[in-house]
């Protein structure tokens, strides 16, 4: 077979996708595993999503809402912002791509930060554009260093907040002295994904952004249903922007991206609070005990605005990583990221962490570690 593909394509590395959970635990000759590795809501969707769910089967003959009207309208009354904001995606990283499809243009500059959310970075090589990558500075987005790297062909600047897979927070404080410093023309986008994890007075008011002077760079904040409301596997995301913004990404949008039971069980998500109340305040219990056994083993656990933290586990994460799998505990190395000796560790139920810290207590004493 002969091909000619392009050079920005054929010089893309494929996401690396983890295992189904059955594949590992029957090469690891486990049952009963838990999965503490990709920051997924362990209490599991709403149950009233659910039973919207079941409800709406009968009608998966029918395309979806090309528009998403009440899921939009949903999101409207529960941020306090106009639908005309508001931009659907198959989950918030195709809300990434529409960005850089209606921004960038071959030789045009995207700012990122390492380590950060891989996909950034791969939808700006599918569009022959440049990647400019900022190492994060004491596991920080380094403002300072990504403000003079701007040019003139800086398009976009992708940051998260709070970043994966570190944790950590920048403040309104921080981000106003940054934006300051860029030209009117970058859109700045915040990745939120974990924001609702982090306690509200310390989140940044993105609408204050979107509706400022025009005097600053447009701030575009992405959003997920897949974290705090437990419906990953229906891929479901947005976007809040101005509405000239949302207006260039309609443009690019495919119709029906969003498919009926992701409107249905977001839409119902979002109305069910009691659910949601008790996964943040779970998560934040979970979190800080975690934290607390994590350091009485001898590591060192760092703190984390979303449910997910990294352990300096001091030695090599990866052998770690495998030795936990034979006890069924899958967590994430963090040698890929830079980060050889570190773990990352996604809070649990109660008994996914009872069993995580047993799990660790008995393979950091046979590798030696702590």
Known sequence: MKLNPAE??????PYPPGKPLEELEREYGITGSIKLASNENPWGPSPKAMEAIASSLSGLHRYPDGSGYYLTEGLARWLG???????????SNEVIEFLVKAFVRKDDEVITSHPSFLMYQKFVQVRGG??????????NHDLEAIADTVTGRTRLIFMDNPNNPCGTLFSRERFDDFLVQLPEEVVVVLDEAYVDFVDKEKRIDVL??????DTLPSVVSL?????????????VGFGLMHQEIANLLH???QPFNINLLGQIGALAALEDQDHYSMTIAETAKGREWLSRKVEALGCRPYPSHTNFFLIDIGGDATRLYEAMLYKGVIVRSMKAYGFPEFIRITVGTKDENNRFIASLKECLHDLGYA
């Open 8 to 13: 920005n394509i054929s010089a893309i590395t």
């Open 251 to 253: 443009r690019v949008r």
């Open 130 to 139: 440049k990647n400019t990558v900022i190492p994060l500075r004491n596991m």
């Open 81 to 91: 912002a106009d639908p005309k904001e508001i931009v659907l995606g198959n989950g």
């Open 223 to 235: 959003r997920t249903f897949s974290k705090a409301f437990g419906l990953a596997g229906l891929r």
């Open 208 to 213: 204050s952004y979107i509706r400022h002077p």
